[in-house]
C-alpha cells in the first residue's frame, strides 16, 4: 500500500488524557498537512510542514495541540489535556513540492477520536 | 462570508442522469480548486484538480471554473448509485501557505 496511512484509526480518551496520532506520507512526498473534520463539515486546516519544517500553523490550533516531523518522514499530532471539543476526525494529506500548480493533496484514512 | 461556499443538499438525482454540483469562492486570489469525493465515515478522495478557466473532462467526471464569477463545478454524467456520497469542495489561495480551504460539502443521492 503506497497511499497515506493513520494510526490509531479510532481513539476513545477521557477528557484531560493526552493523545497521539501518527501519520506516514505518500513515500516521495515532502509536504505533510494536518486537517480536522467534525460531523457535517469541511476538513478544517490545522498545520502544514515542509520536509521537517513546520511552515503553517492554524490561529484555531490551541497551545494544547503539537505537531512535530523530526526526520521530514513520519509526523505526530499530540493532543494535551483533551476535550470533549475535540472529538473529530484527524486527517493527515500529503502532497509533492514539485507537483506544480495543482499541489494535489491525498488523503489518510483519518484518525476517529472521542473524547469522553 | 464563508470562503467557500456549498449548497449542503441533498441533491437527488435518478441513475443515469447528469448530476451537477456547485462552488462559490470569495478570495481572488484563489489558485487552485480541487473537488474531492467523501463517503460516510471515510476519508476525502480527490477526483478532479482545476486550475484554469474553462472545462477539464476526466472519464463522467467535468470540472468548470469561471474565475471572473468566482465559481467552480462539478459535473457527473451518467450518475450511478455508488456516486452517492458528499462532495467537497476546495481551494488554494496565493500565499495561503498551499493549505486547502473546503467548502461543506453538497450530499448527492443517485436514485434507482
Known amino acids: 500500500d503506497t497511499g497515506v496511512s493513520q494510526d490509531p484509526r479510532h481513539k476513545i480518551t477521557k477528557r484531560g488524557q493526552n493523545v497521539t496520532f501518527r501519520c506516514d506520507p505518500i513515500?516521495?512526498?515532502?509536504?505533510l498537512y494536518w486537517y480536522r473534520q467534525t460531523l457535517g463539515q469541511g476538513p478544517e486546516f490545522l498545520t502544514y510542514?515542509?520536509?521537517?519544517?513546520?511552515?503553517?500553523k492554524s490561529r484555531l490550533l490551541s497551545d494544547r495541540f503539537s505537531a512535530e516531523r523530526p526526520k521530514g518522514s513520519f509526523s505526530t499530532l499530540e493532543i494535551q489535556r483533551t476535550e470533549q471539543g475535540d472529538s473529530a476526525m484527524y486527517l493527515c494529506a500529503s502532497s509533492h513540492q514539485n507537483s506544480g500548480l495543482y499541489n494535489e493533496q491525498f488523503f489518510g484514512p483519518g484518525t476517529r477520536l472521542t473524547v469522553l | 462570508q464563508k470562503e467557500v461556499e456549498q449548497n449542503s443538499g441533498p441533491l437527488s438525482v435518478p441513475e443515469g442522469a447528469i448530476a451537477s454540483l456547485n462552488c462559490t469562492y470569495s478570495d481572488r486570489g484563489s489558485q487552485s480548486f480541487f473537488w474531492y469525493r467523501q463517503y460516510s465515515g471515510k476519508s476525502p478522495e480527490l477526483i478532479m484538480s482545476?486550475?484554469?478557466?474553462g472545462d477539464k473532462e476526466d472519464g463522467r467526471f467535468t470540472a468548470q471554473l469561471n474565475k471572473a464569477s468566482q465559481y467552480v463545478s462539478l459535473l457527473i454524467r451518467d450518475s450511478q448509485p455508488s456516486d452517492s456520497a458528499t462532495y467537497l469542495c476546495?481551494?488554494?489561495?496565493?500565499?495561503?501557505?498551499?493549505?486547502?480551504?473546503f467548502g461543506t460539502g453538497t450530499q448527492l443521492k443517485v436514485e434507482l
Open positions: 513515500s516521495e512526498h515532502n509536504r
Open positions: 476546495a481551494v488554494t489561495v496565493t500565499g495561503g501557505g498551499n493549505k486547502l480551504t
Open positions: 482545476i486550475y484554469s478557466n
Open positions: 510542514f515542509q520536509n521537517e519544517a513546520q511552515l503553517e
